[in-house]
């Protein structure tokens, strides 16, 4: 079965094989990138054609998966959210014949068949406008043409504004280097709201870096404008469970078989444990490998006697050229872990972007008890 489409595939390997970038000029390689992208589209239709007919007879359960997506899934690589996607755009191409003959001919893309059926399948008299749309503009035009259009064919206003509010939805995750991340979902107006907050910081966060003469690119600044916003205001004290061998706290790293883990996010670096340690209600789990063999009392935590002394002293942050009055955090200016006790004499209170200079960047705390400063890791002639 299929012998043409195996043959034609057949070459297309040989070819791939036997392809050497290097000896094609300019003009051929762009060419040949917009060749290739017509055969991808081809096999798109194709496949998305195919998996719609997998839809429909139930042949996925044969192979005991549990939805259609989920063999769409497995069987192509993608996600299950990306097959989903894939299949209703399929389902809706039976309703849109147009739509779906140009998706055979090669000259529609995935993500413009999905825009396409998606805004066409809530208006079908926009069918053809849209098709002419995604000939002769971006994607990014194509999806504002359609995003016109499914809001003009919303019937039911109120429907609408409830169905925005009631698809809001947040996720957490870890990334596989380890990093937090989220996607949000909101209603428009709770968006707008969340972005003037969210500006604000950033606005205030980004004339202080040039103040300054730091140069990051906006979304790292936007990143911090977004921890400040979430951080603001009555919070609880952060509470945060670390389990840590006591080698690995000590030593600053961790060695194979180690652990330094924040219950509910996995590994972190030490350098993030120890961060964490400064000012918030921390339990450690001193351990051995797998095996726990003591828990510490959070001792860490600053009473609020004490953190009312050390706010008092330090209405501004401690570093002496910054003025700093906002998100400031207590930092043990000797770590704990090297010996420093949580007493008032080993406290100061340093804005976000000094204590992560003093954790991540290696500057140091130089100078005498309610006297300090911080200083680069190359100042020549320190205070
Ligand atoms: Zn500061």
Redesign the pocket.
């Known amino acids: 079965m299929y012998a043409k489409v195996r043959s034609a595939i057949g070459q297309a390997e040989g070819f791939a094989r036997d392809l050497e970038p290097g000896c094609l000029d300019g003009r051929d390689a762009a060419a040949l990138v917009e060749l290739a992208s017509q055969g991808e589209r081809v096999f798109a239709a194709i496949k998305a054609l195919a998996a719609r007919r997998v839809d429909e007879t139930k042949v996925w359960k044969d192979g005991g998966h549990r939805s259609a997506a989920h063999f769409v899934a497995e069987t192509t690589g993608t996600t299950v959210g990306a097959a989903s996607r894939a299949l209703e755009t399929a389902r809706a191409l039976d309703d849109l014949p147009a739509t779906a003959e140009a998706f055979r001919a090669g000259e529609l893309s995935e993500t413009q068949a999905a825009e396409i059926t998606s805004a066409a399948g809530a208006d079908p008299d926009a069918e053809k406008e849209l098709l002419a749309t995604a000939a002769e503009q971006s994607v990014k035009g194509l999806r504002d043409r359609c995003r016109r259009v499914r809001a003009g064919a919303e019937a039911d206003d109120h429907a609408w504004a409830r169905r925005l509010h009631q698809g809001r939805r947040a996720h957490r995750w870890v990334d596989p280097g380890g990093a937090w991340r989220s996607d949000i979902r909101l209603a428009p107006d709770a968006g707008a709201r969340v972005d003037s907050a969210w500006d604000a910081h950033l606005d205030r966060i980004f004339a202080e870096a040039r103040r300054a003469g730091r140069r990051e690119p906006r979304e790292a600044y936007a990143a911090d404008a977004f921890v400040a916003a979430m951080t603001e205001g009555p919070c609880k004290p952060t509470e945060v469970r670390v389990t840590v061998d006591s080698s690995a706290l000590a030593r600053g790293h961790t060695e194979p078989g180690e652990r330094c883990e924040i219950k509910g996010v996995g590994p972190v670096p030490v350098t993030t444990a120890r961060a964490l340690l400064d000012d918030a209600s921390v339990s450690i789990l001193v351990g051995d490998g797998d095996d726990i063999t003591a828990v510490s009392k959070p001792t860490r935590t600053i009473p609020a006697k004490l953190r009312r002394a050390v706010e008092a002293r330090y209405p501004t ?3 002496k050229t ?1 003025a ?1 009055d906002q998100f400031l955090e207590i930092d043990h200016v000797v770590a704990v872990e090297n010996g420093g006790y949580t007493e008032d004499a080993n406290l100061w209170r ?2 976000h ?2 204590h992560c200079l003093k954790t991540y960047g290696g500057w140091t705390v130089v100078g005498t008890t309610h006297d300090w400063d911080l200083v680069p890791p190359d100042d020549p002639d320190p205070p």
């Open positions: 942050c401690g570093v910054c700093n340093i804005c972007h000094h």
